[in-house]
């Protein structure tokens, strides 16, 4: 069996307790991998090793040294693609072709285009009038936080740990990863491609392990720590705000969602269906983005719950190496039975379960894997635990609705404030509604479609802060005012 060790320091290292935990893959159920519990002894250790990299050979790298080196990253993990894929689908079973489309790709970009975004930040210059008349010239320089701990979710393993930790680098700071226990594999195998990419000991460092009273919440109270970026539940972020108070840290929340589409019947009905199926089973509805509450305009309703279903009951599941195959399992049998206590709740809410509702007949070795059917309800109350809560699996609950306005407000209506998707052909009324939305991402006929100069980041319980682009860069950096006296 293999292991996934702590990265520290430039060199793997077991648990300072020795201690392991099994990396079960979700779609046998068996567990296919030990790794290593960390700690706070492990934390201190990851973060010592990270402020002497940050004072010592990163910090004096220049930064147009320290940019190739980054680029050199991302040329690895494209060299490496296949390893890569491999971990990730032994992590999540998610289908190769999405791997292979999304994560793995963005897990190299994010490397690249952040490399290039560093380079191109300037700042502002301020002439000051002085009394003598000399004046004197006010200028800021950019320089890192310091310590940065990454703090990862298990849904898009190496996309959103690479979404985070290339900025950070790119800023001329150091990290410390505390992957998701669910998925600690590519974070690993991200650790030797920096040793190849020659990025120096302690620059990127690796604490596997959990959250509360684990490695999570050890370098959230680390006082070497300077920031945290976070991505993850909303109850999480709470817990992390409330921890890193006394050590008054950076912090960047990338939270949940319970993200509304709204297809008006004037949509392009085909572009519409296809968006939302993609919207709410793309990762087995495992991406904070996902909608899953949909509102249809009435003239438009029946047809479209029929097309919906019809859809979703064709999405294949099996071996994710399977072209052919639409859907992997969830990632756990914890979230299993949360997303099928839901599915139980549903019925007792008055759902109708329009498609779905249950777990696949499949065959081993999948029949002991996580998955569940892509579901689809309809007349539920708004005000039902499954319209409110988030779920993170298959699901979605379609509603009708008559007026923009009306739709507007039901979108609204959420403690959740992550995207939003708007079908129409009305140009006014798509900016009109975008502009509306609650959200920290609206998409007007389409979904997930991301160009990373872009602010990404949720409002109300979806998160604190922007990422993306110069957005990205301003946090993982702070302002120094030099002010000269001419
Ligand atoms: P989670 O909050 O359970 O765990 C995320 C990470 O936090 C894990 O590494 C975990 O070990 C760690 N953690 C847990 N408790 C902690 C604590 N008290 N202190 C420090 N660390 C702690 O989330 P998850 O189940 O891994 O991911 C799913 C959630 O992530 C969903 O709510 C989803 O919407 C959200 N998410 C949001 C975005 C976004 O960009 N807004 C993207 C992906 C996922």
């Known amino acids: 069996m293999r292991t996934f060790r702590h990265f520290i320091d430039g060199a793997f290292r ?24 960390g700690g706070a002894q492990d934390v201190d250790l990851a973060v010592r090793a990270a402020r002497r990299a940050h004072r010592g050979p990163w910090g004096s790298m220049g930064a147009a040294e320290r940019l190739d080196r980054l680029r050199l990253v991302a040329d690895a993990v494209q060299r490496r693609f296949d390893d890569f ?23 190299a970009a994010n490397f690249r ?49 690479t979404w985070k930790v290339a900025p950070a680098l790119a800023a001329g700071n150091t990290v410390v990863v505390k992957p998701s226990e669910e998925t600690p594999a590519t974070a690993t195998l991200l650790a030797e491609v920096m040793a190849e990419a020659g990025i120096p000991p302690g620059v990127y460092n690796v604490v596997h392990g959990f959250g509360p009273e684990g490695a999570g919440e050890a370098l959230v109270r680390h006082p070497g720590v300077n920031a945290i970026t976070f991505t993850g539940e909303s109850r999480t972020g709470q817990a992390i705000m409330a921890a890193s ?32 199926v993609r919207s709410v089973f793309s990762n087995a509805g495992q991406v ?16 479209f719950v029929s097309a919906l279903a019809e859809r979703a009951g064709s999405l294949r599941m099996g071996d994710p190496y399977d072209n052919a195959v639409g859907i992997g399992p969830l990632i756990s049998r914890t979230h ?3 997303v099928l206590s839901y599915f139980a709740a549903a019925r007792q809410e008055g759902a109708t379960v329009v498609t779905g509702g249950g777990v696949p007949d499949l065959p081993a070795p999948y029949d002991a894997g996580y998955y569940v059917q892509p579901t689809i309800w309809t007349g539920l109350e708004e005000s039902a635990r499954c319209v409110r809560e988030e779920i993170f699996g298959p699901v979605c609950h379609v509603r009708p609705f008559d007026e923009e306005e009306e739709a507007v407000a039901l979108a609204n209506d959420s403690e959740y404030g992550l995207a939003g998707a708007v ?13 509306q939305l609650e959200v920290g991402l609206a998409w007007v006929n389409c979904w997930y479609l991301r160009d990373l100069r872009t602010p990404f980041g949720g409002t109300k319980l979806s998160g604190v802060g922007r990422e993306g682009g110069q957005y990205s860069m301003q946090f993982y950096s702070e302002l120094r005012n030099v002010c000269v006296k001419l």
Request: hydrophobic share 40%; proline share 6%.
């Open 85 to 107: 894929l491999d971990a990730e689908i032994a992590d999540t079973g998610k289908p190769a072709a999405e791997a292979r489309r999304i994560d793995i790709p963005r897990g």
């Open 336 to 338: 299993r039975e949360k």
């Open 288 to 303: 904070c983005l996902c909608s899953e509450r949909v509102y249809v305009q009435r003239g438009l309703f029946d047809r």
């Open 423 to 435: 079908w129409t052909r009305d140009l006014s009324r798509a900016h009109r509604v975008a502009r």
């Open 245 to 276: 108070a006394p050590t008054v840290k950076h912090l960047s929340f990338e939270l949940g969602g319970k993200n509304p589409a709204i297809i008006f019947d004037d949509a392009d009905f085909d572009a519409a269906v296809n968006g939302t």
């Open 113 to 161: 285009i952040f490399a290039d975004l560093a380079r191109g930040m300037g700042t502002d210059c301020f002439e000051t009038h002085t009394e003598d008349g000399a004046g004197a010239l006010n200028y800021a320089v950019r320089v890192p936080l310091g310590v940065v701990g990454v703090i990862c979710p298990w849904n898009l393993p190496l996309l959103l740990m």
């Open 14 to 37: 077991d648990a300072a307790s020795g201690q392991t935990f099994p990396d079960v893959c979700p779609l046998d159920g068996k567990p296919f991998a030990e790794v290593a519990l």
